[in-house]
């Protein structure tokens, strides 16, 4: 893209807006009320509401390598914080994709630098799930299961969110696991069920010792 046709673009979409609506721009800027919280990769190929199909103010977005839902990332759960809290949000998704740079880079055994701590998230989710993912040979269909096992593994780290599970609790946010696919453009509801994870994730962590 030419950097120097940025400011033209902007003026024709401008242009385009309000030939719709006079006072688009006076009723956006009087506030948000998105009822989605998208959190995708930072990968230039996936942008979230273009493939939605959203407006401006329709869904709150955060995005980084490889969609990841760290606990120790106050970037992340300070939006997801603001989202849920503030916002009011109804639905929360982690979108994965396909052929995802930063999931390919977590399973090469290069020294990336600052990238390492990051990337050891998703090393952790083949260490969780390695036998299935060992037992893939394909390389391509591995890589594959890692991004959605990946998406999985980031909406349960999404669920031990305080927040979340209490507003998943009172039936305020429905948490989403989706896959964008590149080469279809397809998304892919991975139909994650946290009426099930979340009960059992809570046994884990809470069942008293008889």
């Known amino acids: 893209m030419d950097i120097g046709k940025i400011f ?8 385009k ?5 006079d006072h688009y721009f006076d009723d956006l800027s009087k506030g948000q009320s998105p009822e989605i919280l998208y959190i995708g990769c930072s990968d230039s190929r996936v942008t979230a509401e273009e493939m939605m199909g959203a407006r401006p103010g329709e869904v709150f977005v955060h995005r980084n390598i490889a969609n990841v839902v760290p606990n120790n990332d106050l970037n992340v759960l300070s939006v ?45 989710v083949y260490r969780i799930h390695k036998d299935e993912l060992n ?5 391509e269909s591995r890589y594959k299961r890692l991004v959605e096992l990946n998406v999985l593994e ?14 998943f609790d009172e039936g305020k946010v429905t948490i989403h696991g989706w896959v964008f696919d590149i ?28």
């Not at 807006?17 to 609506?21: M, P, T």
């Open 17 to 21: 807006h309000l030939d719709l609506d």
């Open 80 to 124: 997801i914080n603001y989202a849920v809290k503030h916002l009011k949000v109804k639905h929360v998704v982690v979108c994965g994709h396909y052929y995802c740079g930063g999931i390919k880079a977590a399973m090469e055994p290069n020294d990336l630098g600052i990238l390492n701590p990051w990337l050891r998230n998703i090393r952790d």
């Open 8 to 15: 033209e673009n902007n003026k024709e979409w401008i242009s």
């Open 183 to 210: 080469k279809t453009g397809k998304l892919i509801d991975q139909k994650l069920d946290f009426e099930k994870i979340g009960k059992g994730l809570f046994d884990i962590y809470f069942t008293k010792e008889a």
């Open 154 to 167: 980031q909406c349960i780290n999404l669920y031990k969110v305080t927040e979340v599970h209490q507003a």
């Open 135 to 139: 037992a893939i040979d394909d390389e």
